[in-house]
């Protein structure tokens, strides 16, 4: 599945109505960026709905396990086709633990090791999101986390792979072993927008005008 990893209205509304892209995902610098804050969740939720979103990853936060835990519930609040996003600490975990034995959906996220699939599989996490871009910006071969992400045998845990760079770091890490990929608008539209693509298309469409006596 292919998701969108913005929360600007105006660059969603075109890309969401390709119907494409199975749903939105979302963490507090994105929506910081979209000059948001988790009090605009609700309404954006329900303006995703709007546009045919059939999935919104929105994330908890807080420094501590309770602030984590009341978080984690508002989001959980905002319906069953919005997925909880945690990120892979102590805290995160134990929430999102709780949370899937309430049988809610939750994406483990900022993972920057394979072995974190494990833990992520103990909570009963459906989703992991290694960050492929941050972690080769570190130092780390976040292809090579896909990778061996994709080869603990871990059960549930879909790897969605997410702080993808380019078009083509999408393509490797699907090779690598991803389910999933989150997209920032720009490499999804360059996605949909490929040189020769369009190139092939034209030289079609004039194939097409041109009568046969003519060639």
Same mark, same amino acid.
């Given at each position: ?10 660059? !969603?509304?075109?890309?969401? #109505? ?6 939105? =995902?979302?963490?507090? +610098?994105? +929506?910081?960026? @979209?000059? !948001? ?6 309404? !954006?939720?329900?303006? *995703? ?8 990853? @929105? ?42 034995? #309430? ?5 483990? =996220?900022?993972?920057?090791?394979? @072995?974190?699939?494990?833990? #992520? ?21 976040? +292809? ?11 059960? =549930? ?12 770091? +999408? ?11 989150? *997209? ?7 996605? *949909? ?16 005008? =041109? ?5």
């Amino acid at each position: 599945m292919l998701y969108l990893d913005s929360a600007d209205r105006a660059q !969603l509304v075109p890309l969401l #109505a390709t119907g494409l892209f199975e749903g939105v =995902t979302t963490n507090p +610098l994105i +929506l910081q960026r @979209a000059g !948001l804050t988790p009090a605009a969740l609700p309404d !954006l939720a329900q303006w *995703l709905r709007d546009q045919g979103c059939r999935r919104f990853f @929105a994330q908890a936060t807080g420094a501590s396990l309770a602030e984590i835990r009341a978080s984690a519930a508002a989001v959980a609040a905002l319906g069953d086709d919005v997925v909880v996003k945690l990120v892979c600490t102590n805290e995160g975990l134990t929430v999102a633990k709780e949370l899937t034995a #309430a049988g809610r959906a939750v994406l483990i =996220t900022a993972a920057y090791h394979p @072995a974190q699939m494990l833990l #992520a599989a103990a909570a009963g996490a459906h989703f992991i999101a290694p960050y492929v871009g941050r972690a080769t910006d570190a130092g780390r071969d976040g +292809l090579a986390l896909v990778r061996a992400m994709a080869q603990v045998d871990a059960g =549930t845990p879909r790897i969605l792979a997410a702080s993808l760079r380019s078009v083509d770091q +999408l393509a490797e890490a699907a090779a690598a072993g991803a389910h999933d990929a989150t *997209l920032s608008i720009e490499i999804a539209n360059a996605l *949909l927008d490929d040189g020769l693509t369009r190139s092939a298309a034209a030289e079609f469409e004039t194939a097409t005008a =041109t009568p046969a006596s003519a060639v």
